[in-house]
C-alpha cells in the first residue's frame, strides 16, 4: 500500500475518529506536545489539533501567520478558508470557545527598526498584529529601506553585496544577479536584502495599494530576511515615501 504524504493528516484524522484510544494513548505518553511553524498546517491538520486541544495534553504552538508562504497540503480543499493567513482565524475562533489563548512575541533581534516599520505596514491594520520593536541597534554604513531604480542595481548591488530576492524563476530575469526566491528565503538571515517586485508588490510601494494576504506573506518573508538593509527595485516611486538610492 502506497499512501500520498498529502493524505497523512487526513489518515490520521480518520483513525483518530475511528479509534478513540488512540488519542487515550497519547495522553499517557505525553504531558505536552510543541509544534513550530504553527501556520503551515492546513486540510486535515486543524482538525487533529482541534482534538489535541480537547484532550489532557498541554499543547504550545508557535508561529506566524504573516510568514505563511508554504502549506503541509497546498492543493487540499478541507478547511481551506484556514489555509496560510487563514490560519489566524482558526486561532481567534479557538481563543473565544476557550480552547486557547494567543500571545504575541513582538520584538525582533534581527532587523533593524526602519525595516520593522516597513514590514509592519505591509499587513493593513485590519489584521491586528501589534507593533514590532527592534532589538537590532547595530549602526553600519548602510542602514535602512531604500528604493533602487534598475539602471542602477548594478552598481548598488557591487558595493552592497546584498542577497538578491525575487518572487518566481522568471522574476528579475532582465537582471543578472544570483537570486533567492522569497519562499526558499524562509528562516534565512542576510546582513542586506535587494528584492525585485511583483507586480501587486510594485502596486503596495508606489501606490499603497493593500496586498491580499498571499502577496503580504511572501513580501513580509522577504523583507524580514535583512538585518541592516533593505532595496527594493522600482523605477518610478509616485507616491512613495521612502528614500530613493543613487550611486
Not at 533593524?112 to 507593533?131: C, H, K, L, N, Q
Request: with cysteine; proline share 4%.
Amino acid at each position: 500500500m502506497r499512501l500520498n504524504s498529502s493524505e497523512l493528516g487526513r489518515l490520521a484524522r480518520e483513525l483518530m475518529e475511528a479509534t478513540p484510544a488512540l488519542l487515550r494513548r497519547l495522553e499517557c505518553l505525553y504531558d505536552e506536545i510543541l509544534i513550530d511553524e504553527v501556520q503551515d498546517l492546513s486540510g486535515y491538520d486543524w482538525e487533529i489539533i482541534h482534538e489535541l486541544l480537547q484532550s489532557l495534553i498541554d499543547v504550545r504552538m508557535v508561529g506566524d501567520v504573516r510568514q505563511a508562504v508554504v502549506s503541509t497540503n497546498p492543493r487540499g480543499q478541507k478547511n481551506k478558508q484556514y489555509g496560510y493567513a487563514g490560519a489566524l482565524e482558526w486561532f481567534l475562533e479557538r481563543e473565544k470557545g476557550g480552547l486557547l489563548s494567543i500571545s504575541y512575541a513582538n520584538t525582533t533581534y534581527r532587523c533593524r527598526t526602519e525595516i520593522v516599520m516597513f514590514s509592519d505596514t505591509i499587513f493593513d491594520a485590519s489584521w491586528g498584529f501589534p507593533d514590532t520593536t527592534s532589538a537590532n541597534h547595530v549602526v553600519s554604513e548602510h542602514d535602512g529601506v531604500f528604493l533602487v531604480h534598475s539602471q542602477h542595481i548594478e552598481q548598488y548591488v557591487e558595493r552592497y553585496r546584498p542577497q538578491c530576492l525575487r518572487s518566481t524563476l522568471v522574476s528579475g530575469k532582465e537582471f543578472a544577479l544570483d537570486f533567492m526566491n522569497f519562499k526558499v528565503s524562509k528562516g534565512a538571515t542576510f546582513e542586506r536584502v535587494l528584492i525585485v517586485p511583483t507586480a501587486p508588490i510594485k502596486a503596495f510601494i508606489q501606490k499603497q495599494t493593500c496586498l491580499e494576504s498571499t502577496s503580504a506573506a511572501a513580501l513580509y518573508v522577504a523583507a524580514t530576511r535583512a538585518k541592516q538593509s533593505l532595496a527594493i527595485v522600482i523605477d518610478k516611486p509616485v507616491n512613495s515615501k521612502l528614500p530613493v538610492w543613487v550611486p
